[in-house]
């Protein structure tokens, strides 16, 4: 079964901070996907990436920006951060596309004061 | 509209009874993956199919491609199954994309 990290688990930051959501994975996938969870929605694509130095635009991208340095780590970044950027957010990996299945990180919860 | 419905949204039961969850699909879904997200937070992998059945314990998953929908049985509740169920559908619509459904919360009770 494969494993994802996320790191920080927690983070309080104000508006108009920089924030850095980290995830590696270690079981060799090469596709990688944020997520953000709010109350009344299951979970929404941010960004992809199915390598190193690749990235792809979701459905909710605006605000975010996202580098993919290795085959195993995966940043988000927020970078003048808002209180609609409140959230619960996952990072996954999957051996291959959408069809494989994903496996999900314990998420990091942000809060945006 | 939702292109993945899930229902009911929210369903209350007694330990020991049985229970049945559903995904309505208006997407031309090829997978289906089936979380339990705990109190937590954390999203369990309990079922990814193709079309077919699976089974895992007490719990039983259909997916039927050309009907799209996936139903998950869940068999003599226990407490632990407590949490919130959440269904997704991989489809290719100009991308590829796992769409969510927005989720069954389920309580499982003494």
């Known amino acids: 079964e494969a494993a994802v990290t996320q790191s920080p688990r927690n983070k309080v930051t104000v508006t108009g901070g920089n924030v850095t959501l980290s995830c590696r994975q270690t079981n060799s996938h090469n596709y990688m996907y944020w997520y953000r969870q709010d109350t009344g929605h299951g979970l929404r694509l941010i960004h992809y990436?199915?390598?190193?130095?690749?990235?792809q635009i979701g459905d909710v991208p605006d605000g975010y920006k996202a580098t993919r340095t290795t085959q195993e780590d995966f940043f988000l970044l927020l970078e003048l951060a808002s209180p609609s950027q409140t959230s619960l957010y996952f990072c996954?990996?999957?051996?291959?596309?959408?069809?494989?299945?994903?496996?999900f990180g314990p998420g990091t919860r942000l809060t945006v004061l | 509209g939702d292109k993945v419905k899930q229902s009911p949204s929210a369903l209350s039961l007694q330990e020991g009874t049985n229970s049945a969850l559903r995904c309505n699909f208006s997407?031309?879904?090829?997978?289906v993956q089936w979380f339990l997200q705990n109190p937590r937070g954390s999203l369990i992998n309990l079922f990814y199919?193709?079309?077919g059945t699976k089974e895992n314990g007490r719990l039983k998953s259909a997916f039927d491609s050309k009907e799209s929908y996936s139903t998950l049985h869940i068999r003599d509740a226990q407490l632990e199954d407590s949490g919130t169920y959440f269904c997704a559908g991989s489809a290719s619509s100009g991308s590829w994309q796992l769409i969510f459904g927005s989720g069954t919360q389920l309580t499982v009770m003494p």
């Open positions: 199919l193709v079309p």
């Open positions: 990436s199915y390598g190193a130095g690749n990235l």
């Open positions: 997407i031309a879904a090829t997978t």
């Open positions: 996954a990996s999957s051996h291959r596309d959408w069809g494989y299945e994903q496996y």
